[in-house]
T-cell receptor, first 115, second 111 residues
Framework: DAGVIQSPRHEVTEMGQEVTLRCKPISGHNSLFWYRQTMMRGLELLIYFNNNVPIDDSGMPEDRFSAKMPNASFSTLKIQPSEPRDSAVYFC?????????????FGEGSRLTVL | QQPVQSPQAVILREGEDAVINCSSSKALYSVHWYRQKHGEAPVFLMILLKGGEQKGHEKISASFNEKKQQSSLYLTASQLSYSGTYFCGTGPQWYAGKSTFGDGTTLTVKP
């Protein structure tokens, strides 16, 4: 079975540019999460969707960040305009919230570098 | 508020044991443990839902003391493959999605 698929794997951009990260969750999973990982702040939950609806976006840093989930098989995280402090690895994860293991399945991450 | 993990780093020889602790200032319903190897995604190890219950994964087990709001991960007879950063996630709900992760404990197992 295919796991969580993220793209791009690596992105280098200049400050002020728009960045769009993409995620395809595992089929049948109805919860999707975006995390950001940095050395300074560790693994932070940015936003969480359930059945395509944003449930908790309290972790989104500021208005420059936005996330959408137009259908059960696709989500985007957009940063506009990007800043150097946004440099991080962004992970997408999915889960079956009616399962009994509580397991999150992570994608391989998108490493963003903002110059 | 994120849980606090200790120690921050540990170095072992193959075959030695290690304990990683995770504590929270908030009441917990669940604790989740993940392992992340360098440059890779975190991988789920186990979830603990009930106070005092222990679960196991190969030679890795964990306990959850709900009263003390603490969990400990036990790595027995460590193998080289155990090297990585271990994260605990603590949350108010039974599934991992709302978890807040600790800063991680880096485990290095040497031959």
């Amino acid at each position: 079975d295919a796991g969580v698929i993220q793209s791009p794997r690596h992105e280098v951009t200049e400050m002020g540019q728009e960045v769009t990260l993409r995620c395809k969750p595992i089929s049948g999973h109805n919860s999707l999460f975006w995390y950001r990982q940095t050395m300074m702040r560790g693994l932070e939950l940015l936003i969480y969707f359930n059945n395509n609806v944003p449930i908790d976006d309290s972790g989104m840093p500021e208005d420059r960040f936005s996330a959408k989930m137009p259908n059960a098989s696709f989500s985007t995280l957009k940063i506009q305009p990007s800043e150097p402090r946004d440099s991080a690895v962004y992970f997408c994860a999915s889960s079956r919230d009616r399962g009994n293991t509580g397991e999150l399945f992570f994608g391989e991450g998108s490493r963003l570098t903002v110059l | 508020q994120q849980p606090v993990q200790s120690p921050q780093a540990v170095i072992l020889r193959e075959g030695e044991d290690a304990v990683i602790n995770c504590s929270s200032s908030k009441a917990l319903y669940s604790v989740h443990w993940y392992r992340q190897k360098h440059g890779e995604a975190p991988v789920f190890l186990m979830i603990l839902l009930k106070g005092g219950e222990q679960k196991g994964h190969e030679k890795i087990s964990a306990s959850f003391n709900e009263k003390k709001q603490q969990s400990s991960l036990y790595l027995t007879a460590s193998q080289l493959s155990y090297s990585g950063t271990y994260f605990c996630g603590t949350g108010p709900q039974w599934y991992a999605g709302k978890s807040t992760f600790g800063d991680g404990t880096t485990l290095t197992v040497k031959p």
